[in-house]
């Protein structure tokens, strides 16, 4: 299948590139790709294992994140109990689609709340992408922003939304099984908003305007306009 050996090639070249066995503390994130990368990082410390008792430790970015880590015969450790301020010296992570900038869209998976604090607290972030999410523009084929958003408060997050540009934005619902919104890892609801092509950085550098005028936004300015929005804990657009 092309598109399974393109992850995994991305995900063996990323770890090859970015990975190595006195890593202590490695981010995992979610989705499919990543499960190549796991496989990849237990073949590299199969062939060169870490220092005698030095550790590896894999923090994982939500419940499927920790399953995929033990499957691989890694060892999981809560990003609640990372000892002190450490950081993670890298964390690998899939994306929905990336910009030219590097600028992703997350929360394909409804993990981004954790990816972002994961991403956060580490050195460096590398993203598993296929060729198909590789695009110009963020929004070019991926058609929405996912939102994770306090239950509570979703109704309003909706209105809101509407008023900045996305009066199309909705709840996601379960697919057959079951009915009713999803719920996240943390019992938020996701709402996926869609909003015309992003500018970039290098748009707004070159003289465009992004703050939302006849809806057309970049990349930083909406992130922070949505983040603002009361109730939405975290937004699926990360920087490169
Ligand atoms: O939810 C996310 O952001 C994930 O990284 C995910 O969307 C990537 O999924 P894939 O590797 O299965 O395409």
Redo the contacts with the bound molecule.
Sequence with gaps: DPIESA?RNAAYRAVEDHFNSSMRFVGI??????VYGVEAIKAHLDKNPAPPNHMNWFVPTGWNSRKVIEKAGLIPIAFDSLPGDSMMEVCF????EVDEELN?????????FQ?KLVAARSKKFVC???YR?NQKRLLTSWPSI?IEVAPIAHASVLKELAVIGSPDAKLREHSLEKTGPIQTDQSFYIIDAPFPKLLSAFDVKNGADGSGKDNQWDVTTLAERIKKINGVLEV?LFHG
């Design positions: 992850k994130g979610s989705g499919s790709s990543i992570d899939g994306a929905d992703c869209i997350k929360g394909g998976g409804a993990c981004l990816e598993i992408a296929d999410k996912p699926g």
